[in-house]
């Protein structure tokens, strides 16, 4: 089976410019999370959603918004680009079912490599 | 808030040497707890995970144990390999209807020389 898969790969925008990043889950996974990883840093969580709805969401700012499709892919929408936003995104898919109290396995893409000059 | 840290890094181990690498974490409530590997230039991968107190998770000589009384989730294999060398990062998930979001620590570097 596939696994997570995200492109592109690599990214390189100037400031103020805006940029999508793509995320395709694994087959019959319903949820997508994104991550922020800055260099030499842990994965900081952006968003997260599920049937198409937003379930969580990290500190970040206005400019970072997401979207699920009926498929359950999903884009990584970030405006006004700043230096400061140069990291690895990476999404993840997991098999999450409504109801809580459920742990449920984050698996994670290749990530797509951003950066901003 | 809910929070992890883990040893610094990086750790320079000889090749068959034992490893540990430090985890603990703060939560509010009882949450999942996962180790994930990054090898360079490349996404994470689940090494293991434990969802309960006193829960092993153990994958590929790697083997963690579920510490509430400590709140740690340390990291251990008996013999590594030059082929372990990469990032090392641990998680925790908390288990309610507010979604799954994963909290993760600063990341340990690992190094193993042949």
């Known amino acids: 089976d596939a696994g997570v898969t995200q492109s592109p790969t690599h990214l390189i925008k100037t400031r103020g410019q805006h940029v999508t990043l793509r995320c395709s889950p694994i087959s019959g996974h319903k949820s997508v999370s994104w991550y922020q990883q800055v260099l030499g840093q842990g994965p900081q969580f952006i968003f997260q959603y599920y049937e198409k709805e937003e379930r969580g969401r990290g500190n970040f700012p206005d400019r970072f918004s997401a979207r699920q499709f009926p498929n359950y892919s999903s884009e990584l929408n970030v405006n006004a680009l700043l230096l400061g936003d140069s990291a690895l995104y990476l999404c993840?898919?997991?098999?999450?079912?409504?109801?809580?109290?459920?742990?449920?396995?984050?698996?994670f893409g290749p990530g797509t490599r951003l950066t901003v000059l | 808030g809910n929070s992890v840290t883990q040893m610094e890094g990086p750790v320079t181990l000889s090749e068959e040497a034992f490893l540990t690498i430090n985890c603990t974490y703060t939560a509010t409530g009882y949450p999942s707890l996962f180790w994930y590997v990054q090898y360079p230039g490349e996404g994470l991968q689940l090494l293991l995970k434990?969802?309960?107190?006193?829960d092993k998770g153990s994958n590929k000589g790697f083997e963690a144990t579920y510490r509430k009384e400590t709140t740690s989730f340390h990291l251990e294999k008996g013999s590594v390999q030059v082929s372990d060398s990469a990032v090392y990062f641990c998680?925790?998930?908390?288990?309610?209807?507010?979604?799954?979001?994963?909290?993760f620590g600063g990341g340990t570097r690992l190094m193993v020389k042949p």
């Open positions: 998680a925790l998930m908390m288990n309610n209807n507010a979604g799954n979001m994963l909290t």
């Open positions: 434990a969802t309960k107190a006193d």
């Open positions: 993840a898919s997991s098999f999450w079912a409504s109801g809580g109290g459920s742990t449920d396995t984050q698996y």
